[in-house]
């Protein structure tokens, strides 16, 4: 066999993942923990910049992988040693053996947009995954940071038109759940804000305490807990805001939920951004909402539906009996589908970013695609948002 044959074949087997290194970055990765039943891999930076970092990984395998094997990139052993320790610095990364008992191979490391290490990928499947903080600074931060809040997740191809979403697309996405007896019962969606509180509809949690309310983040299809990625936290505080007087019909449908811990940023679990005053300045005429519908005495995985934004005028008269003011605004669903409207937030995209300009004030108690629905027009109300998350 001629030395050009041997080299063919050889590149050829590469591809094919049949050889190949464990990872094109060895200096900064390595696999360790190795067990039937889960792989950990382990990247060591020697130094992290003071303010906002992002650490971007992609994975590569051969085959038609599932994108739920490769789990999320957290700090080793705890937050704490990012904040406080002068490097090295730790993360891992927990994966669960394919089928061929093949780990992946870490084929690109990108820290703060800069490639350290990487080369093109020529392998079948691969998956991405990030982690994003501030560097001497609460990872309890503000929700408005440019860097941090309203970037659509990357998973899989964007899909719109009242159809269902692959996990991690709008990763502030949540779930408000009641407890009744021994069980959980899904209530409203609600959305991230910050990495300790949500928001929602407060007719959603009228007359119920702390106690009484459960937070799901990072979840796809609720009736299957655990999803790879969720998380669950009790709540610390209900804040309703003051213009609520009961769960009938009131402008001022807003809760502040803060949870008893704050969630860790990743690529399933981050932050809308929320509605600013430079926001308002640009003419929005359509978004869209998110959340789960019911179906066949159960809830499935979420969809996504597009909506048109209407003007005041033609808000003031769909809505005659209600007398809506100005601290109010419209949106129909045009596109041949219903989702479940308790706490949904309506969703604008200005840039690379979605903004949260609203959260459904009624429920519709059967589809109209003639009709709008109301919401709560959170541009109206940001100054006091603000100020009991800053606080």
């Known amino acids: 066999m001629n030395l050009e044959l041997v080299v063919i074949l050889s590149l050829i087997s590469l591809a094919m993942g049949q050889i190949?290194?464990?990872?094109?970055?060895?200096?900064?990765?390595?696999?360790?923990?190795?067990?039937?039943?889960?792989?950990?891999?382990?990247?060591?930076?020697?130094?992290?910049?003071q303010g906002h970092n992002r650490i971007d990984l992609l994975f590569s395998q051969t085959g038609d992988q599932d994108d739920f094997f490769v789990g999320q990139l957290k700090p080793y052993p705890d937050e704490k040693e990012i904040q406080w320790r002068t490097g090295p610095y730790k993360f891992r990364i927990t994966i669960s053996p394919s089928v061929a008992n093949e780990k992946p191979k870490l084929s690109q490391l990108v820290y703060n947009d800069q490639l350290l290490c990487g080369e093109y990928v020529l392998y079948a499947s691969y998956q991405t995954r990030f982690y994003e903080f501030f560097k001497n600074g609460s990872l309890d931060r503000s929700p408005l940071s440019p860097n941090?809040?309203?970037?659509?997740?990357?998973?899989?191809?964007?899909?719109?038109?009242?159809?269902?979403?692959?996990?991690?697309?709008?990763?502030?996405?949540?779930?408000?759940?009641?407890?009744?007896?021994?069980?959980?019962?899904?209530?409203?969606?609600?959305?991230?804000?910050?990495?300790?509180?949500?928001?929602?509809?407060?007719?959603?949690?009228?007359?119920?305490?702390?106690?009484?309310?459960?937070?799901?983040?990072?979840?796809?299809?609720?009736?299957?807990?655990g999803n790879d990625g969720s998380e669950t936290r009790s709540v610390k505080r209900l804040l309703l805001h003051p213009d609520v007087k009961n769960d009938s019909f009131n402008e001022a449908d807003i809760v502040l939920i803060t949870m008893e811990r704050p969630v860790t940023f990743n690529q399933k679990i981050s932050p809308i951004c929320l509605w600013t005053e430079e926001a308002s300045r640009m003419e929005s005429t359509h978004g869209i909402v998110a959340g789960w519908e019911l179906t066949s005495s159960k809830y499935d995985n979420p969809w996504v539906v597009q909506v048109d934004i209407a003007s005041p005028e033609v808000c003031a008269l769909a809505f005659t009996a209600?007398?809506?003011?100005?601290?109010?605004?419209?949106?129909?669903?045009?596109?041949?589908?219903?989702?479940?409207?308790?706490?949904?937030?309506?969703?604008?995209?200005q840039g690379d970013r979605w903004l949260l300009r609203g959260i459904v004030l009624v429920k519709r108690l059967e589809c109209d695609f003639n009709e709008y629905v109301p919401y709560c027009d959170l541009s109206k109300y940001i100054n006091w948002i603000n100020d009991n998350i800053s606080g």
């Not at 190949?20 to 923990?33: I, T």
């Not at 979403?165 to 009744?180: D, M």
Request: with cysteine; hydrophobic share 40%; charged share 15%.
């Open 20 to 49: 190949r290194p464990e990872s094109s970055c060895s200096k900064y990765f390595r696999y360790v923990n190795v067990t039937a039943e889960e792989i950990q891999g382990e990247i060591t930076l020697p130094t992290l910049k």
């Open 148 to 225: 941090v809040c309203g970037r659509q997740g990357s998973i899989a191809p964007f899909v719109i038109g009242g159809k269902n979403f692959p996990l991690g697309r709008y990763p502030w996405l949540s779930a408000i759940f009641l407890k009744e007896e021994n069980t959980l019962s899904f209530e409203c969606v609600a959305t991230l804000i910050s990495a300790s509180i949500v928001i929602s509809a407060a007719h959603c949690v009228h007359l119920k305490t702390e106690f009484d309310v459960f937070i799901g983040l990072g979840l796809h299809n609720l009736d299957s807990f």
């Open 322 to 349: 209600l007398s809506l003011s100005n601290r109010t605004l419209c949106a129909g669903h045009r596109s041949g589908a219903c989702v479940g409207d308790h706490g949904v937030g309506l969703m604008v995209l």
